[in-house]
């Protein structure tokens, strides 16, 4: 196919064409996928819900629990993760340790 024959406007339309056509393929052999899997699962006396489960899985990060506390300040929590906050600096610099604060 010489592609320099063509106009801006039909380079454009056989852009279009041509995406459409590969999203239409991956969703057939998405589909085509699925269905031998769920095939196999019958095979083995499973059904595909029961393979996978139910349950939603947990999405994101969790928050980590504090395990430090500030002595003066019990409000005041740090879970020993990312930047030093400046109380415990200050307690640092004060000549304690960590230990002074921990949960």
Same mark, same amino acid.
């Given at each position: ?14 852009? =279009?064409? #041509?995406? *459409?056509? *590969?999203?239409? !393929?991956? /969703?057939?052999?998405? &589909?085509?996928?699925?269905?031998? #899997? ?5 095979? &083995? ?13 947990? /999405? ?7 395990? !430090? ?18 109380? #415990? ?10 230990? =002074?604060?921990? *949960?």
């Amino acid at each position: 196919m010489d592609l320099s024959a063509f106009s801006l406007a039909q380079l454009k339309k056989l852009q =279009d064409e #041509v995406a *459409i056509a *590969i999203f239409n !393929y991956e /969703k057939r052999k998405k &589909a085509e996928a699925l269905a031998a #899997v769920e095939e196999a699962a019958r095979a &083995a006396g499973f059904s595909l819900k029961e393979l996978l489960g139910d349950e939603k899985l947990p /999405k994101g990060k969790t928050k980590a629990a504090p395990k !430090y506390a500030n002595p003066a300040d019990a409000a005041q929590t740090w879970t020993g993760r990312g930047r030093k906050p400046k109380w #415990v600096e200050e307690l640092l610099a004060s000549g304690k340790s960590l230990d =002074d604060a921990a *949960i």
